[in-house]
């Protein structure tokens, strides 16, 4: 993208008017308002005068080739002035008019129709459908927002116009700042990432705060907030089914799954924003550098009530409070009164003035073991609004630990929590919400350890059986892989499976078994898929004599089924694990998903307890492959499965270690093979020295 | 309680002052603005008059006995004054002074003796350590609050002065008014089952909304709870130990375990708040009569995000989107624009004036299948903020159904909350905590008929082996029942056991097993006890063949151990059942628990999947005994455990009605057998005909 696109020398406005009440109109006067610094071009034939600039019949009639135009006119009407535009080799567009992709097939063709057109001018397009844009750096306001916030250091990205005003709103209220602010619509041609390429590159922005609904290429997405060094705040609805359904109607595009957008939030250390007000909370503390160095925290409180809904949250949040030394509590004894209590929570009792919270939140902050303080004030007595929060804000501003401010009230906090917001200090009004939001930033903090960029290009390699994939894959329809196939790839992985042999001579049989007891028999894959009711397996093998019997009934039970006189049975190692898991994958994209331009997600992995009971569980994570080491430890490590593997109620310690290297191994195995779509592994036997894959299905699709 | 305890029709307040900072002060210019009509003492020896009225210096100098003095000095004098109430024969005494249970053992002695002294004289005693009352019914504010935000419709009982301060703080900014506050301090006499008992009664009063953190009577709480045609709002803080620790220190009573405190809720049918600001937007809705039949919303917003958004918090709630009729559909498609999405949720767009909002409401109330409204306002270029408040606030009086307003933004959409919170119409700032509050409120209109009230007497009755437990009970120490014991209790009841014979005697072991196989053998718990490493237990034990090889083993292994050269051998019926359950149960309270005035909540069971892993998977759910059948299904209907009884993936439906059948008996024990102050039966094995209990212990107190 040219880097000046968010700041063009001169702006035509199609549609601006005398009636003040019109879009164009309004973004003219913001245009004017905001103090813009180039040319403007008012056009529309009706007027030959707006607001003390000449207002031009069309485009055509301009003197002078227009950096950008904004089109704000009936979307019937857009087209001709695109031609317009091409003509007069503008450099970018902008259309705010609704009308297009999102009303259905024709608007869909419109929007086709003048994006191809400047696609093919090389004219850039931002919208349409949308808002607008600020850039505050250079005072240029080409929206029809309400208000503006004003400058400040943060970049706010907005696939819904309607959140786009919602936020700006409580920012004017609060006096947040922000350095960008760009309205993507129906994203025609300039989208997400474009935008966040550059903005990480602006050094007067210090972090991104995204809503959106729908990824342009998810994987690229990724790339760039794990490359970010700006915290990026996203806000992506769609984890319900109707909210998925409503997001196509609504945009027109396909919403990705909704672990697909955790697994991805997750992978790039992206802080995940619930809704709008948490979405501005976060703005606010990573614009007040509001980030604490780890999760220990400590509680001031003038009451002991808030103290322990303080408490409860804390330990939701998965956070802890932080446990003072000696030396602290001797400190906060002899400055506070009897009463008080100097364990944290601390309770400074509801007569405390706004120096007894100077006092109590500076030493709890001096302890070694405080990462950072929340300060909760309930409006008692003699309570000192005002002051306590100017004493806050003063810690705040002179200690490199941050200190949160929780007020809890209604009319009298009010003028307390003003004076927080107006020096930048981080302030809530209710506890949990405020723990929460700790939590979301400091695990942020953790995460970006965790969080190493992993490339496709590490993995591609040229597969032992890519012809005969792309020989499955060459139909439009999903394929299952052979059994044969799929156990000839794993073996390439050197995925560990229970050995096995298929045969219908007893001898061989007896051979096998009698060197791997106890084992399994049962009827091939293709056998089975025969009848579902069909009694094809026999566990737990471990005598000669069993062996014979059942693989009698068993030749014998396929014979009646298939007609076949000497069917084959395979005989496979017993593995007696003591946990089980799963290991799914779903490709999102085309499988040219691991090329420069394939887009979407790739592969999401779906791991957890294994068994007829996973669902039920639900004792799932979801990971975006390519991953690092750290972090599927760290994923593997939040499931449940992963405890019992740890060694549960003095049960041994299982082989996590090959678990890890299964994972890997089953990456490697999607990026070289992208024609899997999608991939079953149920179960995985994982015992003290082994991570078995017992059974794989996969799916295959171009 | 007196009727009258919060209607005194004299005060004296012992501590004000000339000094206006002084509680006492606060208190007498409260109870003089407020308008009290009573007399009015003050009393201190250092004034002859304050605020216009004669000052005492003594209760023993007043001239006439006070119904209620009011005392707020240092703790250590209050003894004294105490003693002159009693002289005096007052009725009632509130204490606000603070230094007394809450501070350690000193307080709690004095605390102690002042409590005795006035329990003797009949005296009654609101606090110590609080912050007094308010009755807006008779004008009484009896408090030392910044602020009363005046009369109303709801009662509120708080154990946290600050928390109390907080809420009114918060009503004061909304417009919200109460009947009553109490704030309850250390509950030295008067406790929330006493005013429960008569606000349950009061006709002023609709809601009743309270802070509590630990209960006085829980069993009672909530009879009351179930008993009361009012709705009761809760916050109890203590899901985590650490505040468990806290409350402790901090009201030097014991907390109740939170499953109790949350199973206790659902048995009152009382609505549990997470937070403050939850809790005042509860009082909120439930004042406003905001409480919708079912749970099918409809939502109408004036853009797509937010829409969206709101669909992903419905589903996550537990609400539903109302499907419209095609009449409703046709009806929106000709009243709204073309471009407004017509299903639920209904995109009226960005450019909805007033209007369009009132119609898009009412049609969306019109269907039958819209059970309440929630509708979204983002602040757009031309939306009326204060208009659509209006229309809103309209509709929400002229309609049976409720109508809920969020208005998302901060500074613009200020007007239109003010105008709403004015009009007593229920508005948030936020979607996802919106749609949370009307999942809690319409749960509990649901819960309401699930909520019967189980008398204990029903379940008394003397049981067979009551001896038998008095004499394990009549030590201080936890026994554990004997096996013997335990199999006769669970056989009074008639509860499902495997079959099973207790011998040395070989003959008597294979007679037995031929009419049982599959059998399990096993050292009988006394053997089992004396090593964790025993090798005591064969299962799947088929042929008599088999039977006798483990019969010898086992009894050689047991001999080995205990020396006994002839040992008894436990042989089991086995049971193959296709779900494990587990069944706790702990006792709150002592064995007097079910009589007339034992204290405690009683027993609380623990249901969900049995097995090893019961704990990693947290599949548990709290019941308080006694409860009604209907409870029992709805909740064992919530444990995953039942997903597999019910027939998951095909497998048959087990038998549910046994399980069900299970509980009662097993409540009907515990009632019986008090004493059993915690049992574990692990597992309870399903069968598609039977639910046996395998394995039990019962552990016995007084």
New interface residues.
């Given amino acids: 993208m040219s880097q000046n696109i968010f700041n063009p020398k001169s702006i035509a406005i199609v549609g601006a008017s005398q009636n003040q009440?019109k879009?164009a109109s309004?973004m003219l006067n913001n245009l004017i308002k905001d103090g813009y610094k180039g040319n403007i071009f008012p056009i529309n034939p009706k007027y030959e005068e707006i607001k003390d600039l000449k207002c031009f019949p069309s485009i055509s009639d301009l003197p002078e080739s227009p950096e950008m135009v904004c089109i704000a006119i009936p979307a019937l009407a857009v087209e001709s002035v695109i031609d317009e535009c091409i003509e007069k080799k503008v450099k970018s567009v902008v259309i705010i008019s609704?009308?297009f992709k999102?009303?259905g097939e024709a608007g869909k063709n419109l929007e086709e129709n003048i994006k191809n057109k400047l696609k093919d001018a090389n004219i850039r397009l931002l919208g349409p459908n949308c808002l607008g844009f600020i850039n505050n750096k250079e005072n240029i306001n080409l929206s029809?927002?309400?208000?503006n916030p004003g400058d400040g250091n943060i970049a706010f990205i907005s696939?819904?116009?309607?959140?786009c005003?919602?936020i700006l709103?409580?920012?004017?209220?609060?006096g947040v700042g922000f350095s960008k602010i760009i309205s993507l619509g129906n994203k025609a041609d300039i989208h997400e990432n474009e935008i966040l390429e550059e903005i990480v590159k602006d050094k007067s922005t210090t972090a991104i705060a995204i809503?959106l609904?729908e990824f342009k290429d998810g994987k690229e997405f990724v790339t760039l907030a794990q490359k970010s060094n700006k915290a990026i705040i996203l806000?992506a609805?769609?984890?319900?089914?109707?909210?998925q359904e409503?997001?196509s109607?609504?945009?027109g595009s396909l919403a990705s799954s909704y672990d697909t957008v955790i697994a991805a939030m997750n992978k790039g250390n992206i802080i995940q924003a619930?809704?709008?007000?948490e979405l501005f909370n976060l703005i606010k503390l990573i614009n007040n550098h509001a980030i604490p160095n780890g999760r220990n925290i400590a509680i001031v409180?003038?009451?002991?009530?808030?103290?322990?809904?303080a408490?409860?949250?804390?330990?939701?949040e998965d956070l802890s409070?932080s446990e003072f030394s000696e030396e602290t509590k001797s400190k906060l004894k002899e400055k506070l009164p009897?009463?008080a209590?100097i364990?944290n929570?601390i309770?400074i009792?509801?007569d405390a003035l706004s120096d007894r919270y100077d006092t109590a939140i500076r030493t709890a902050l001096e302890d070694k073991s405080t990462d950072a303080v929340l300060a909760i004030l309930?409006?008692?007595?003699?309570t000192e609004i005002g002051n306590t929060a100017e004493k806050i804000s003063n810690i705040y501003k002179e200690t490199p630990k941050p200190v949160y401010a929780c007020f809890?009230?209604?009319?009298?906090?009010?003028a307390g929590i003003k004076i927080l917001n107006k020096t930048q200090t981080p302030v809530f009004?209710?506890?949990?919400?405020g723990i929460r939001l700790i939590s979301k930033i400091s695990k942020y903090k953790e995460n970006i350890e965790n969080t190493k960029y992993v490339d496709c290009k590490d993995f591609l390699k040229k597969g032992k059986y890519r012809e005969d994939i792309e020989k499955v894959s060459q139909n439009e329809e999903v394929t299952i892989a052979s059994d044969e196939l799929a156990i000839n790839i794993l073996k390439e992985f050197e995925i560990d499976i229970p050995k096995e042999i298929v045969t219908s001579n007893l001898e061989e049989a007896t051979e096998f078994a009698s060197l791997n007891f106890p084992v399994v028999i049962k009827a091939t894959a293709e056998d089975l898929a025969h009848k579902t009711d069909f009694d094809g397996i026999f566990l737990d093998i471990r005598t000669i004599t069993e062996l014979e019997e059942k693989f009698n009934i068993l030749k014998e039970n396929i014979r009646k089924r298939t007609g076949d006189p000497s069917p084959k049975v395979l005989i496979q190692e017993m593995i007696n694990g003591k946990a089980e898991m799963f290991v799914g994958a779903n490709r999102e994209g085309d499988s040219d998903i691991y090329k420069e331009d394939g887009l979407g997600f790739g592969h999401l992995l779906a791991i957890g307890q294994g068994g007829?009971?996973t669902e039920?569980?639900k004792?799932i994570k979801h990971i975006l492959v390519p991953e690092c080491d750290e972090k599927f430890k760290k994923i593997l490590s939040e499931t449940?499965v992963y405890?019992?593997m740890d060694g549960?109620?003095g049960k041994p310690e299982l082989a996590k270690d090959k678990v890890l290297d299964l994972f890997k191994k089953i990456q490697s195995m999607l990026i070289t093979y992208p024609e899997i779509i999608s991939m079953d592994i149920n179960p995985v036997i994982v015992t003290e020295d082994r991570a078995v894959v017992v059974d794989i299905k996969l799916y295959i699709k171009k």
Same sequence: chains 1, 2.
């Fill in positions: 009440k879009i309004v609704a009308g999102e009303t029809f927002a309400r208000e696939q819904s116009g309607a959140f005003a919602a709103d409580m920012a004017c209220k609060d809503y609904e806000i609805p769609g984890s319900s089914k109707k909210a409503a997001i109607s609504h945009t619930d809704n709008s007000k409180s003038n009451a002991g009530g808030p103290g322990i809904i408490t409860d949250a804390i330990e939701k409070l009897e009463e209590s364990n929570p309770d009792i509801g309930t409006p008692q007595l003699v809890l009230g209604g009319k009298d906090v009010e009004d209710n506890i949990e919400e007829i009971y039920i569980y004792d449940n405890k019992i549960y109620r």
